[in-house]
C-alpha cells in the first residue's frame, strides 16, 4: 500500500476493525507519519447482466445506484436510504448463485423495492424502465398504484360503528346547528 501523501511503500496498522461486509484498517506510512484508511471488502465473483439487446455487461453497483438515485433525487427520503436499497439488491443477486442475470430482472426488483419506499419515486422510474409511451400509459400505472391502495375492507363479522342512516341524520343536525350558532352571533 502506498501512503497518498509521500507515496512510501511502507505503513504500519494501527487499528482494524469490521465495517459492515469488510474491514476498516487505520494505518500510518512510515515515511512520513501521516495516517489513512483504508477499506478491504471481499471481491465478489463476476456477475454479468444480460441487456435487452443480447450485449452482456458486467454488473455494476455504481450505475444502478446513480440509476435509483435520479429518481428519488429531492425526495424526503432518510441518509442512506437509496444506498440500503442497493446494497439490498446486489446481496439478492450475488446470493442467487447465477453467473448471469437479465436486466429486466434487476428492474423488476428496483420496481419493487421503490413501489413501496416512495411513489413518485417509483413513477419516475418506471417511466424510464417501463418506456411509457404517452400520457395515457403513464396515467394508466399511476391509476394502477393508486388502486393498490383501497383501504381495507372492514370484516364481515365487524358490527358499524353507528348505524349508516343515524349517522347522515346526527352529520345534517350537526351541519344545521353550526348555522344557526354562525347567523345568530352575527345579528
Same mark, same amino acid.
Given at each position: ?64 445506484? &446513480?440509476? +435509483? =438515485?435520479? !429518481?428519488?433525487?429531492? /425526495?424526503?427520503?432518510?441518509?442512506? @436510504?437509496?444506498? $440500503?436499497?442497493?446494497? #439490498? ?31 413518485? &419515486?417509483? +413513477? =419516475?422510474? !418506471?417511466?424510464?424502465? /417501463?418506456?411509457?409511451?404517452?400520457? @395515457?400509459?403513464? $396515467?394508466?400505472?399511476? #391509476? ?36 344557526? !350558532? ?6
Amino acid at each position: 500500500m502506498n501512503c497518498p501523501y509521500c507515496g512510501h511503500a511502507e505503513d504500519k496498522v494501527i487499528d482494524s476493525r469490521e465495517a459492515g461486509d469488510g474491514i476498516r484498517r487505520r494505518r500510518q506510512c512510515l515515511g512520513c507519519g501521516s495516517r489513512f484508511t483504508t477499506y478491504e471488502r471481499l471481491q465478489p465473483a463476476s456477475l454479468f447482466v444480460l441487456k435487452k439487446d443480447e450485449r452482456r455487461e458486467e454488473f455494476d453497483r455504481e450505475k444502478l445506484l &446513480a440509476g +435509483i =438515485r435520479k !429518481a428519488c433525487e429531492k /425526495r424526503p427520503l432518510p441518509t442512506g @436510504t437509496v444506498d $440500503k436499497l442497493v446494497d #439490498d439488491i446486489e446481496t439478492e443477486l450475488y446470493q442467487g448463485g447465477r453467473a448471469e442475470i437479465a436486466s429486466d430482472v434487476i428492474g423488476d426488483m428496483v420496481i419493487e423495492r421503490l413501489k413501496k419506499l416512495d411513489h413518485i &419515486a417509483y +413513477i =419516475r422510474f !418506471a417511466s424510464v424502465y /417501463r418506456e411509457f409511451a404517452d400520457i @395515457t400509459t403513464l $396515467k394508466e400505472e399511476v #391509476d394502477t398504484l393508486l388502486g393498490a391502495e383501497t383501504e381495507p375492507s372492514i370484516p364481515s363479522n365487524q358490527l358499524p360503528l353507528l348505524p349508516d342512516e343515524e349517522l347522515a341524520v346526527k352529520g345534517r343536525q350537526a351541519g344545521q346547528k353550526k348555522g344557526r !350558532a354562525r347567523t345568530g352571533s352575527r345579528r
